[in-house]
């Protein structure tokens, strides 16, 4: 098959690699030639250009831009491609691309493959990248049957574990397992900064260890990625954090009240239910 | 030296390995006599008792029991000291227990080893359990200055990361970076499990990957454990629940009118502080 990557990240990179190496032939298109190049030079692509005009003969197209890149992106595509080619995204948000793009390009097949590392653009790009991770698609009603077909293949070929689901549902899952983390956890290093007492404060720092390192990993992470979670999953992530804020406030009124057994009731139920979410990974 | 330890889980026991392989004479005290005798045969120390009479002629005392108890076993040991003899602990909040033990034997230092790992009891115990990470010592104004020099030796003999503070200092940085951590994860497992829409819970648990499975270890820890440190450190925790709350509730404000400028200057910081917790584990 034929496949187009706009944009020559982590995850367009990554894509290349795999696809490739599945005797698919990948074109890359990149806005800088640099990108071009070493896409070229380090095998993630069989040709690369700065023009869309490379894919005019691409029968899938993955695009890999920044959230608010996408649908920009797919309008300068359109007048390049075959009527029948299928564009789907690898966005972390569904609702609002979808929204956007399916009524430029009826045969888009919206996706997010949850898969990533620390490091990000095209010398981050790895081998297998996807492979054991989730991998959602989000086709909607007016989606060509066909079209999802032929990218639901694709993706298998990268990883056994593909979800479908609606754009919403998507949202409001991730909104949940990621997109809140990052903002209990950024408030996490946020509050104990706000300590005054400056011994108290440089104590936590010498003691802190791989408790407060796990919590407030995702918090410390890349501030643009955070900012696109909130913009473009308000709604969601304002609902998940509503309820944490419950949540939190039930827990902090059970301390005031030294209520000790519904404490430990509720972190009993805690243990219980954390390996629920881990049980899909190692199925 | 004569070191006794009474309670053999997994501090107690560790502290048995390395104290005997830097040739002091360890001798341990269980409740249970099967402790007492796994504790022999895995060399964790010389001999072992159920009776506390065995440290008669112990130079110092490890108290390695769970928090609740250390008061209550210290007046039962102190019958069979002899005068001079030092006694510590390694309990988790020290304000609390200094002011409970340090009336019951002048000689008393505070001190919390800052290790552990998932497992507890005897058969946990392993060599070299501290070393790299903090021990804190927690000597008040009318703590002998000799016998704080002592237990200092000892303990640097473990670890090279020794730190000294008062002890409300100590429990104010532990509510920062171990207390608070654990009612934050565990609020953000509770608040997942508040979806009631059925298929938006199972996809998220089927998503859930790094960034979750971090952010929600300690909450999906031993919950006799989350239960001591809020009773034991009640007032510490909450005073960093409450200013924890503030900055979370500061979050969903920027996210709620969309001040995306203002949520990403916030990000950009918990970024840039986050690194200050772990230079001195590098260091």
């Known amino acids: ?54 894919l005019t003969d691409a029968d899938v197209v993955f695009i890999c831009t920044p959230l608010a890149a996408i649908a920009p992106t797919v309008q300068q595509l359109i007048p390049h491609l075959s009527p029948d080619a299928i564009i789907t995204d690898v966005g972390s948000v569904k609702t609002a691309v979808v929204e956007q793009v399916a009524p430029l390009w009826h045969n888009f097949v919206g996706g997010h493959p949850m898969a990533g590392t620390a490091d990000s653009g095209i010398e981050a790009a790895v081998s297998g990248l996807f492979a054991g991770n989730p991998y959602v698609l989000t086709p909607i009603e007016t989606t060509p049957a ?53 011994a108290v404060l440089e104590l936590a720092q010498q003691l802190a260890s791989s408790g407060f390192r796990d919590t407030s990993r995702v918090g410390g992470g890349n501030p643009e990625l955070g900012v696109m ?15 944490y804020r419950h949540s939190l406030d039930q827990i902090i009124e059970l301390i005031k009240q030294k209520d000790w057994q519904t404490l430990e009731e509720k972190l009993t139920e805690t243990q219980l239910q954390r390996p629920q979410f881990f049980s899909a990974a190692n199925s």
């Open 1 to 54: 098959m034929n496949i187009g990557i706009v944009g020559l990240g982590l995850i367009g990179g990554s894509l290349g690699f795999d696809l490739r190496a599945l005797d698919h032939q990948v074109l890359g298109v990149s806005r800088h030639s640099e990108t071009c190049q070493r896409a070229i030079e380090r095998g993630v692509v069989d040709d690369a250009s700065i023009k869309l005009s490379l």
């Open 146 to 198: 066909p079209s999802v077909k032929i990218v639901e293949e694709i993706v298998r070929s990268l990883t056994k574990r593909v979800y479908f689901c609606r754009p919403e549902d998507h949202d409001r899952a991730v909104a949940w397992i990621s997109h809140l983390p990052v903002m209990v956890s950024a408030s996490l290093i946020d509050a104990c900064m706000s300590e005054t007492d400056r």
């Open 229 to 243: 979670m909130a913009r473009y999953n308000q709604e969601s992530l304002l609902r998940s954090l509503v309820s």
